[in-house]
Nanobody
Framework: QVQLVESGGGLVQAGGSLRLSCAAS????????MGWFRQAPGKEREFVAA??????????SYADSVKGRFTISRDDAKNTVYLQMDSLTPEDTAAYYC????????????????WGQGTQVTVSS
């Protein structure tokens, strides 16, 4: 069982930055693929970014809407995955969810094994 706890959300002005963190429990964190998703009011949850387990050299993928602005990274020593968000726009306003999975592809396709509770990000114009 893996438990995920997100933090770092908040209110920021357009053009600003935030860094989300997701602390994971479990001894197998380094081998887990991790990801971030988001859900805006009235919209479906959507993929944001993913990073593979360290055995796969930590390859990353991003949604087109955040490519070049967001960066996903992981610190296996701290069992933590991060999402650095720069050049934020009001369209980035959403609840952001951390996810973990045994397989990278399941994160990419939105079917991870574990979900966090979410953290709210609000970007004002």
């Amino acid at each position: 069982q893996v438990q995920l706890v997100e933090s770092g959300g908040g209110l920021v002005q357009a053009g600003g930055s935030l860094r989300l963190s997701c602390a994971a429990s479990g001894r197998t964190f380094s081998s887990n693929a991790m990801g971030w998703f988001r859900q805006a009011p009235g919209k479906e949850r959507e993929f944001v970014a993913a990073i593979s387990g360290s055995r796969s050299s930590g390859r990353t993928s991003y949604a087109d809407s955040v490519k070049g602005r967001f960066t996903i990274s992981r610190d296996d020593a701290k069992n933590t995955v991060y999402l650095q968000m720069d050049s934020l726009t009001p369209e980035d306003t959403a609840a952001y969810y951390c996810a973990a999975s045994n397989y990278y592809t399941t994160v990419l396709f939105g079917s991870p094994n574990y979900w966090g509770q979410g953290t709210q990000v609000t970007v004002s114009s």
